[in-house]
């Protein structure tokens, strides 16, 4: 068997082999996608090929939906041309179940795929006629946080950001640009609708977007690069940029899952490392849970999406649902997991929470330090989302995720996941912030990660983090088993950008610096705090 259109044609092969096919005309939902596009996503990566590929497909498959998805990748051109058009755009979504089992589906949604490049001249001007058709009513956006910045930290512009301002529309190179540039073409057609919904998994990120659009309208009307109304019409209801929340675990395609589905003869699926360094597959390996909660603001329309599951709702619900994910429900146990999983020696997330005292651990930062302050969202009830994260989300045996990617930029998500909390703590009558015990313990326990030295004495490396260079000085001369003068540590506890507030202000320093002097008390020190600090 091999998965293209014609490997697809012996339906009883992949039947037998255990794979949910796609039950729809995949031949006329082409025709009519070309004829009256609806709804392009640009970021042909994974969480779109497990999440709202197969959405769609479920909706074809029902007949609510009778056009196709249209993927575009404008950073990586060679997941279009190595990994989808050989395939012709389908590929196999193996979801990883807790009770142990495996679902096989090939998804068909996707109908056409197109790379993002103002250079190649037949694939920009497919998609400015995709931006031209009155019928688009959705640009959607898995392209992470960083595709969105158009400054560097210190708040330079990007270069490849200043070149397209200085050359306009008509051929630039950076992401942002080139999105923007479709933009002006569908001002052009006639100032059409459309709703620019960003979904990647950052707060507010449709204003991200919005950012990004304003700023390119401007910086070419001033120019004198593209019509003065240009930039009223970024400005105006007929462009909007909803916020969502997007919450699904899609890790990189693992070669358990390439062996499984070896077993049942199916060729090519051999992953590719790009020039880019992205590692792709023809198949996408993910959990069952997902959540996309999305504003309802929708200026053309848009397709019948909450019959998939999605929810649309208000911008305040949305931003609701993004607190009670990232601030207590989901994010902090991740990055607990994540910071001791290191320390600790562990491989996988999942095993972490055979671990009596991690689960412990977890289980009170989420039900008693966390849910005291979450504002519920109406649509989604935290305490029964953290109970699926902590019983079948996090403990997923299938789920190969690690705590060294979970690691990775942990400075630049304290303030948010734990920050938030301890403000909440701060402005409460009711609630004495000196009850938290365990948010403390994971701030003192990243500062012990920081000395790359685990539980048992062993070097390890740090998960990539653009505060490195600045925040290991601090515990450079921290040596395990010995008297060390935790005084080094103090303007590191009073960074607010770090922690969300002043930890010495907040009245947590000290319980910070006790956890850390324990944590290194030597080799297995780690271990027996937590267990202490759990009883």
């Known amino acids: 068997m091999e998965l293209t259109s014609k490997g697809l044609e012996n339906r009883s092969a992949w039947e037998a082999a255990g794979y949910q096919l796609p039950a729809f005309d995949r031949a006329a939902v082409t025709e009519n996608t070309k004829k009256r596009p609806q709804w392009i996503h640009f970021g042909a990566g994974n969480i779109f090929r497990a999440f709202q590929a197969n959405v769609l497909q479920n909706l074809l498959n029902e007949g609510v939906m009778d056009t196709g998805l249209i993927a575009a990748e404008g950073y990586d051109y060679e997941l279009i041309e190595k990994m989808y058009q050989p395939h012709d755009n389908l590929g196999i979504l193996v979801t990883l179940k807790a009770n142990g089992t495996v679902e096989k589906t090939v998804v068909a949604s996707i109908v056409e795929s197109v790379v993002l490049d103002s250079a190649n ?3 920009y001007s497919r998609l ?27 708040g330079e512009i990007l270069p490849a950001i200043a070149a ?12 942002l640009g080139k999105v923007i540039s479709l933009l002006y073409t569908r001002y052009q057609a006639g100032k059409l609708p459309i709703a620019m919904v960003s979904m990647d998994n950052c707060s507010h990120n449709g204003d991200k977007l919005y950012a990004a659009a304003i700023a390119f309208a401007k910086a070419w009307a001033e120019a004198g690069l593209v019509d003065a109304g240009f930039v009223d019409y970024v400005d105006s209801d007929a462009v909007s940029f909803p916020w969502s929340m997007i919450d699904k675990i899609t890790p990189r395609p693992d070669p358990k899952v390439q062996a499984l589905l070896k077993e049942d003869a199916i060729d090519g699926l051999e992953p590719v490392v790009t020039s880019k360094n992205t590692y792709a597959a023809p198949y996408v390996n993910a959990e069952e849970c997902e959540y996309l909660v999305i504003e309802d603001n929708f200026p053309n329309g848009r397709p019948a999406l909450e019959k998939g599951g999605l929810m649309f709702t208000t911008r305040e619900t949305v931003d609701k649902v993004e607190r009670m994910k990232v601030t207590t429900c989901l994010n902090p146990l991740h990055t607990a997991l994540a910071v001791f999983g290191c320390l600790l020696d562990y491989q996988l997330i999942s095993e972490e929470m055979k671990n009596p005292a991690l689960k412990k651990m977890v289980e009170i930062i989420g039900y008693k330090e966390g849910l005291p302050v979450v504002t ?13 994260v902590l019983e079948v989300r996090i403990p997923n045996p299938f789920m190969p995720d690690t705590p060294q990617r979970i690691a990775t930029d942990t400075s630049q998500k304290l303030s948010i996941r734990y920050g938030e909390t301890i403000k909440s703590y701060l402005a409460s ?31 390890f490396t740090l998960s990539p983090d653009p505060l490195l260079e600045s925040v290991c000085p601090y515990v450079k001369d921290i040596k395990l088993g010995e008297k060390n003068d935790l005084s080094v540590l103090d303007p590191l506890l009073k960074n607010a950008k770090i922690f969300g507030v002043d930890l010495f202000e907040a009245g947590l320093a000290d319980t910070v610096k006790a956890y ?16 202490e600090a759990v009883a």
């Open 429 to 459: 009558d009711e609630l004495d912030v000196s009850s938290l015990k365990l948010i403390p313990l994971v701030f003192a326990g990243w500062l012990r990660y920081l000395m790359a030295v685990d539980d048992n004495g062993k070097e």
């Open 516 to 531: 850390f002097e324990k944590l290194t008390a030597g080799v297995g020190a780690v271990a027996k705090t937590i267990e």
């Open 376 to 388: 519920n969202p109406g649509i989604l009830d935290p305490q029964a989302f953290i109970k699926e």
């Open 128 to 154: 400015k006629e995709i931006f031209s058709a009155p019928s688009l009513q959705m640009a959607s956006f898995t392209i992470t946080e960083k595709g969105y910045a158009l400054t560097n930290p210190k």
């Open 164 to 175: 397209d301002y200085q050359a306009g529309p008509t051929a630039p190179n950076s992401y």
């Open 121 to 123: 001249e037949t694939a």
